[in-house]
């Protein structure tokens, strides 16, 4: 990728721009440029928008949808030069890293709750692998759907669902360049256009080499992703997205406790924990394609076919820093050996398991329209899905090679394991059909009712690692929603909801008693109650109160020979708190700010060490603010600035240890100008600008307990010019 183009392309550009503008500017640039750039800042954050498509209660807008959600649009994404899903995160307290390394497919938490790979990331509503590195260049915004969404999504975590919205064809011809303090090289076009008056296009690519605040850590990724619209007559039309994608980074392990009691210290975030230099980077190469057909039938009534296809290969290979079975301070038994052994020695394994497939396929087929039964109205969804999701994998080598200490300022180098990688083999095979059925009754002009549910079927077999059968599993359930919307005024809904779910069952950690084997699915509820209020100048708040339970999956103590047996007992209940605030404040001065304060706990385990205490990973207090003022002494200059809040974060399961609470601060500059009657734009954003350290995560990966740090201060500079 490094032909793509070379360093002196972007520093030519970087440092030509500026000084032409002064001559180049039409006279009228600074008249006319902060009307349109107002213009484009309200629409950006303007609530009264077609209906979100990670509704899952049927089609509406921000403020008619009886849910908690946010929308971070074009103009945030911009910004704050968000890349990695992390990063996103970062611009919703609701959000929260859920085992994220650096140069690995990340994923993350609503609420609380890990969102499930297979069903929890959707681009233009219709599922998408999650193991995969989800670009962001041909997305228009992004919507956070929080809380149970059965109806959308059907088998799936309770947290939520992230849904990826394209970009349609229109005319644009965008360019933008960019780097950062760590030497980064980064290139993307946009560009589109109606070739005839029913037929448009629009292509997205990008080129990125980046270079990581970890040692060791550089990564490269291609990214084409193509969007056209058909206008096939005037009342039916066929969107269809396709993207590709392929990427290439080491992934950076993360650190355990000490001894299962106590956290690292002085850890240097630029430092590779296992390096080896061996260690080849994890590859993974991802096709998504989604198409969706509307017909209107007429002014009332309309169908919708929609299909999509989604494909990860993941290459996976890692020097993993794991555990401490073989050190010599946990040879006793005496130190948990699945911790860093308490004076900071660790094990490390040469792990690989190449072409590693998820493969998501669904289709979908509805009927949407509205009529009146006496004085009440009616807008009825009626619907089929059928989505199926296979796992093929070899056999991996996971060996241990050899034992080093976090305070190693070079890691000893090991011999990497003889051993090769198996066949490959289907491990899942899982399908789920579904039929849904929503209606939103009006009862007068100020009271909506909204009542429905989703059957579905599941049906999955599971395999082991030579591809015999071990499971099959079969469920029929349906799952009941419903809520009261009132109108109190026009610019103020008030709303209640109930929401039945269901998620698959965990699978049983390694050093379990039952290694390898899934729990049965587990059921869980939500309610919540929640107030909205949209006013004519785009500002949007809202405020939702919440409590979501499900079995309390976890290892028990017993008296088996592993000394764990993985079970489902008592319950694990999320209760909450949001508050959210966007779009324009004051003249100028644009804000995207949300709260979340949680309670997460387990009740009637049956272990006195999980009783009642605070759940890994999930923080009581976040907050994320950022600001978008436009100085208006300064033509096209905008100053912007974040804060993000997390409070300390439990380490361990019986609260004991936790992660310090963290505040981290952030700024930027925007110009916008015209150079030669083309618009460029400047956006200089600083991370971290106190270089403060923290811990971001600690959550979970197949029964272990990780830590990530955040990271260091980072500066980015991109422009983008239009052609």
């Known amino acids: 990728m490094n ?40 629409q950006a954050r303007q609530t009264v ?18 849910a908690s959600m946010n929308v971070l649009d074009r103009t945030l994404l911009d910004s704050r030069q968000v890349r990695t899903l992390s990063e996103l995160a970062s611009n919703d307290a609701s959000l929260g890293d859920s085992y994220a390394p650096v140069g690995y497919y990340q994923n993350i938490a609503i609420r609380g709750f890990p969102l499930d790979t297979a069903t929890g990331y959707r681009f233009n509503g219709l599922s998408i ?13 992004v919507e956070i759907l929080k809380g149970e969404a059965g109806l959308a999504a059907g088998v799936m975590a309770p947290g939520g669902i992230i849904n990826y919205v394209g970009k349609r064809p229109t005319e644009v011809r965008n360019v933008t360049l960019g780097t950062d303090s760590e030497g980064s090289r980064y290139a993307a076009v946009d560009v589109g256009h109606w070739l005839t008056p029913r037929f448009g296009v629009r292509l997205n690519a990008a080129w990125d080499d980046s270079a990581s605040y970890i040692d060791h850590a550089d990564g490269r990724r291609n990214f084409y992703a193509l969007a056209t619209d058909w206008l096939i007559s005037d009342r039916s039309r066929l969107e ?17 406790l000490l001894g299962a009691t106590t956290l690292p210290r002085g850890v240097d975030r630029t430092r590779m924990l296992g390096y080896q230099p061996w260690q080849q980077p994890v590859g993974i190469d991802s096709t998504n394609l989604t198409a969706l057909h509307t017909f209107q039938i007429n002014a009332q009534w309309q169908t919708r076919v929609s299909a ?12 993993f820093a794991y555990g401490c079975y073989y050190a010599a301070q946990c040879a006793d038994g005496s130190v948990p050996g699945n911790y860093f052994a308490p004076n900071g020695d660790y094990d490390i394994y040469d792990y690989r398991s190449p072409d590693d497939t998820r493969r998501n396929l669904e289709g979908r087929a509805e009927l949407r329209g509205s009529f009146d039964t006496g004085r009440v109205g009616h807008e009825l969804t009626l619907g089929v ?51 849904f059925v929503l209606d939103r009754m009006h009862l007068g002009d100020d009271w909506q009712w909204l009542a429905g549910g989703r059957f579905v079927r599941l049906d999955e077999r599971a395999f082991d690692k030579r591809g015999n059968p071990e499971r099959h599993s079969t469920l029929s359930r349906f799952l009941p929603q419903t809520a009261l919307v009132w109108k109190a005024t026009d610019a103020v809904n008030v709303y209640a909801s109930y929401v039945r779910g269901i998620a698959l069952g965990q699978e049983a950690p390694f050093w379990t008693s039952n290694d390898g084997a899934y729990l049965a699915p587990v059921l869980s509820r939500q309610t919540e109650v929640g107030i909205k209020y949209t006013a004519a100048d785009a500002l949007t708040l809202g405020a939702a109160v919440f409590r979501t339970s499900q079995p309390f999956q976890y290892a028990r103590p017993d008296d088996s020979e592993a000394g764990y047996t993985f079970v489902a007992a008592g319950q694990q209940t999320h209760t909450g708190l949001e508050l959210t605030a966007n779009g324009r404040v004051a003249e100028g001065l644009v804000l995207t700010a949300s709260v979340s304060a949680l309670q997460s706990r387990a009740r009637d385990t049956g272990t006195a060490f999980y009783e009642g205490h605070p759940l890994v990973n999930v923080p009581k207090v976040r907050a994320s603010v950022h600001a978008d003022y436009a100085l208006p002494f300064a033509s096209g200059l905008s100053v912007t600035g974040g804060w993000r809040y997390a409070g300390s974060n439990a380490a ?58 955040g990271a260091p201060r980072q500066a980015r500079l991109s422009v983008t010019f239009g052609l």
């Open 3 to 42: 032909r793509c183009y070379r360093p002196a392309l972007l520093t030519v550009a970087l440092c030509a721009a500026l000084p032409l503008h002064a001559s180049d500017a039409a006279p009228d640039a600074a008249d006319r440029t902060p009307t349109e750039l107002a213009a484009v800042r309200v």
């Open 129 to 141: 692998a999650g193991e995969q590195r989800l670009a962001l260049e041909n997305v228009q915004q």
């Open 385 to 435: 899905d059928r989505f199926e999701r296979t796992v093929d994998k070899r056999r991996n080598v996971n060996e241990y090679v050899g034992t080093a200490n976090i305070d190693d300022a070079r890691v000893p180098v090991f011999a990497p394991s003889p051993l090769q990688p198996g066949p490959s083999v289907r491990r899942l095979d899982s399908a789920q059909t579904a039929v």
């Open 240 to 256: 269809v997205d396709a993207s590709y994608q392929t990427s290439a980074q080491r992934s950076a392990s993360g650190y355990q």
């Open 308 to 319: 999509s296809y989604s494909r990860s290969v993941i290459d996976d290979n890692v020097a």
């Open 49 to 66: 928008t077609p209906a979100i498509q990670s509704n899952s209660f049927g089609s509406g807008d921000w403020k008619s949808t009886p």
């Open 652 to 709: 361990t399961v019986d609260g004991d240890v936790r992660a310090p609470g963290y505040h981290v601060v952030d700024l930027g500059l925007r110009f916008r100008h015209d150079l030669r009657a083309h618009p460029v734009t400047w956006n200089l954003s600083v991370d971290n600008v106190f270089d403060r350290f923290y811990w971001r995560d600690t959550g979970s990966s197949a029964g272990d307990y990780y830590l990530f740090a």
